[in-house]
């Protein structure tokens, strides 16, 4: 199914606007020019449940007045759940640091392409207003589809099928050994966002005790990947996490818990190589114009950032992002077959990924 935006109330505050980028974000949303900040906040005061836009775009005059206008916003039930993107003259560290602060959607510095702010409107529409239904946003058509070639298809399926038959013994012996070692199903299903942001079911044999994704908030202090100052980093890896059972530390040392994967990959959910398919709550971090392009390439089982980084401490946020996008501008057969000769070595570095 297609997602009818014209149905989406933009609502803009501001006068700088141009008249042909106006007219263009109009023929998607259903624009409402509120005027400055000063009548913003009159408009907002008249508010009902029925009239609250989805989106807030406010061009910043007066800083200190928008952000009390944000504080207000955020404070009301009603209007709480709006998206909001703020547009700045100069480009400005200091207000994009208070603008993440604030959980500003997004901050953009004029000029910018507008086409950029499209498509960033119309994925935080996806994720931010429909994101509860899961089947709904799974189904949604991605503007720029990725299709895997078929060569690279073809191969997808032999080798993961041969695979998953020649160590079908060792898959039931790991099965029988999780159900004897901790309480829980063998396998652990996640919803991940992969190619051209399609969410499905990701499989691996459950490596830590029940209820441990309730406990992840409480442990991002441990995070391995660098904090590059942005203050939210888009990637979770836990060290010496201690959720993990003792079966479930030997099977991520020797990556025998990412087996499974392959019935994704036969399913075509994801290729051997590609981009890591990511949490919901990772994928929604990455969603600007600069970091969304690792998601216009394959997703994968392994790939470049596995071989290139894994298991480095240092190796920061920012790193694995590039990395990604690299891999998702750079891919062709023969960089998959080079990535998946480099990977076995990896898998017995002694940094857990």
Request: proline share 4%; aromatic share 10%; net charge positive.
């Amino acid at each position: 199914m297609d997602y009818n935006y014209k149905g989406i109330r933009l609502v803009y505050s501001g006068t700088e606007l141009s008249q042909e980028s106006a007219e263009t974000l109009g023929q998607e949303y259903n624009v409402v020019h509120v005027g400055d900040t000063s009548n913003l906040e009159n408009y907002l005061s008249t508010l009902s449940l029925f009239s609250t836009p989805d989106v807030i775009m406010i061009e910043i005059n007066d800083e200190e007045l928008v952000f009390s206008i944000i504080n207000k916003i955020k404070s009301n039930p009603l209007t709480s759940g709006l998206i909001i993107v703020l547009l700045a003259h100069m480009p400005d560290v200091r207000l994009r640091t208070r603008a993440l602060k604030a959980k500003i959607h997004d901050l953009y510095f004029y000029p910018f392409e507008m086409e950029h702010l499209k498509d960033r409107l119309n994925f935080l529409i996806k994720f931010k207003l429909i994101k509860p239904n899961i089947e709904q946003l799974a189904v949604i058509k991605k503007e720029k589809e990725y299709t895997t070639p078929t060569p690279k298809r073809v191969f997808d399926i032999v080798s993961s099928g041969g695979i998953l038959l020649v160590t079908s013994p060792i898959l039931l012996l790991i099965a029988l050994f999780i159900k004897l070692d901790s309480k829980g199903p063998v396998i652990y299903k996640s919803k991940r966002v992969g190619t051209g942001y399609k969410i499905f079911d990701f499989y691996k044999f459950r490596s830590m005790r029940a209820g441990a994704d309730k406990e992840l908030k409480n442990l991002s202090a441990l995070n391995q990947y660098a904090d590059d100052g942005s203050g939210a980093n888009a990637f979770v890896k836990i060290k010496n996490d201690p959720r993990v059972t003792k079966l479930g530390n030997f099977l991520r040392n020797s990556s025998l818990d990412e087996i499974p994967q392959l019935f994704n990959v036969l399913k075509g959910d994801m290729s051997l190589v590609g981009n890591r398919p990511l949490p919901l709550y990772e994928a929604e971090m990455l969603t600007s114009n600069e970091w969304s392009m690792r998601f216009l390439g394959p997703s994968g089982l392994t790939g470049l950032w596995q071989i290139s980084k894994r298991g480095k401490g240092e190796m920061s946020d920012t790193e694995r992002k590039k990395l990604d996008n690299f891999y998702a501008k750079n891919y062709s057969v023969w960089f998959d077959i080079s990535i998946m000769l480099k990977t076995f070595p990896a898998l017995f570095q002694k940094e857990k990924v």
